[in-house]
């Protein structure tokens, strides 16, 4: 069974920084697009950034842009995501996400969910 296992989540002070990894078994990782999304409290779930199966193409959403990168490692299995410059409306469930479809991806479509990881942005 396909698994995607999310971590680094913590507390962290506005203006600080965090890591998420997301570390992937099966076989879902290889040629597959990559994402982030986060759902806050009493919020629906929201896009936050995919790159396609090479990473030659990105896409953030606008709240997010200039402040996080995505990035993978297919040779590891894992996508990473680095946020710098955190704010309190950051403060969400991180989920990873893969598809076999960029355009699936940004769209909300993932073939394969992780479980969620905590991001608290104190202010």
């Known amino acids: 069974q396909v698994q995607l296992v999310e971590s680094g989540g913590g507390l962290v002070p506005a203006g600080g920084s965090l890591r998420l990894s997301c570390i992937t078994s099966g076989r879902a990782f290889s040629r597959y697009a990559m994402g982030w999304f986060r759902q806050a409290p009493g919020k629906e779930r929201e896009f936050v950034a995919g790159a396609n199966w090479n990473r030659s193409i990105k896409y953030y959403a606008e709240s997010v842009k200039g402040r996080f990168t995505i990035s993978g490692d297919n040779a590891k299995n894992a996508v990473y995501l680095e946020m710098a410059n955190l704010k309190p409306e950051d403060t969400a469930i991180y989920y990873c996400?893969?598809?076999?479809?960029?355009?699936?991806?940004?769209?909300?479509?993932?073939?394969?969910w992780g479980q969620g990881t905590q991001v608290t942005v104190s202010s």
């Open positions: 996400g893969v598809s076999a479809s960029y355009y699936d991806l940004i769209k909300g479509e993932c073939d394969y």
